[in-house]
């Protein structure tokens, strides 16, 4: 848990050395062929739960794109969904249940200016889901389900972009994730 934390205030003090020392009213041209790294923190709400623990949690996503053109990437990621643990009313043992996936998903993109964008994201992940109770693994499942989002952006330069987004992983896992991050462009 104290990873995310870590990268988030890492991002929060990069962040304002890279938009001074950039033009921040540039126009934004993006070359076709570029990729682009992200990094999120998001709050995940599952419909599961494991000994008594909920599967609801903060995590975290890192994501890798290429962008086709200006409207249309393609984009893979890694997501922490969820990772709980508690003591379990009935046993009294202690229990947790973690989550984590590897999506592939297409994005879209509209901008309204230069600067602010709306997205859509339609694709796949797969995950795993490991319950544990006394530190020995009892229940596992995995599975690959429809991942579907959208999400606003707003670009601070050239390079960088801050991102919020909504997305459902629906099928076996039935998940909602909130996320704001940032992302970086290549020259």
């Known amino acids: ?3 995310p934390i870590l990268f988030c205030l890492l991002g929060i003090l990069i962040t304002p050395s890279v938009v001074l020392a950039e033009d ?8 076709p062929g570029q990729f682009y790294a ?3 923190l998001l709050k995940s709400e599952a419909e599961c739960s494991y000994e008594g623990v909920a599967c609801d949690s ?3 996503k890192l994501s890798t794109g290429y962008k086709f053109n200006k409207n249309l990437a393609v984009e893979g990621g890694y997501y922490d969904l969820f990772n709980n643990d508690g ?3 009935e046993t009294l043992k202690k229990s947790a249940v973690n989550a984590s ?14 600067k602010k964008s709306l997205s859509g994201k339609a694709g796949i992940m797969a995950w795993q889901v490991d319950g544990n109770t006394d530190g020995v693994l009892v229940d596992a499942m995995s599975g690959t389900d429809i991942l579907l989002g959208v999400g606003a952006g707003y670009e601070l330069n050239d390079y960088w972009q801050l991102r919020g987004e909504y997305e459902h992983v629906g099928g076996d896992l039935e998940v909602n994730v909130y ?4 992302t970086l462009s290549t020259l």
Do not use: C, N, P
Not at 24 to 31: K, N
Not at 179 to 182: A, D, Q, R
């Open 1 to 3: 848990m104290k990873t």
């Open 101 to 114: 996936g590897l999506s592939l998903a297409g994005v879209g993109s509209y901008f309204f200016d230069h």
């Open 58 to 60: 903060t995590g975290y």
């Open 87 to 89: 003591t379990s009313q």
């Open 24 to 31: 921040i009213f540039a126009d934004r041209s993006v070359e």
């Open 179 to 182: 996320s704001v991050g940032t």
């Open 38 to 40: 992200g990094f999120g």
